[in-house]
């Protein structure tokens, strides 16, 4: 990114703390604009999405209800990491 003058730095989208540090290294660029790249992966945690070869797409009713168990285990994930 030094060709468009930018300070850049490379994130694991998917890692709160790795994000958390790449916004704090963001506050120390004081002379040009900051970018943060995170790399995630497509659907990850949602087999349903990430099985599913496009971008955009709507879910049937049963990829909906296997959705919805796995967006609450993401959930539980998330709750166990936060305390």
Known sequence: MAGFQLGSDRSQGHDFQSIY????WSETITDRPAIIICHTEKG????????????NFMLNTDQ?????????NIEKELIIHAN
Do not use: I
């Open 64 to 72: 909906y209800r296997r959705a919805l168990v796995e967006l609450e």
């Open 44 to 55: 990850r945690g949602m087999s349903v999405v990430k099985e599913h070869p496009e971008h």
């Open 21 to 24: 540090e790449g916004l704090q």
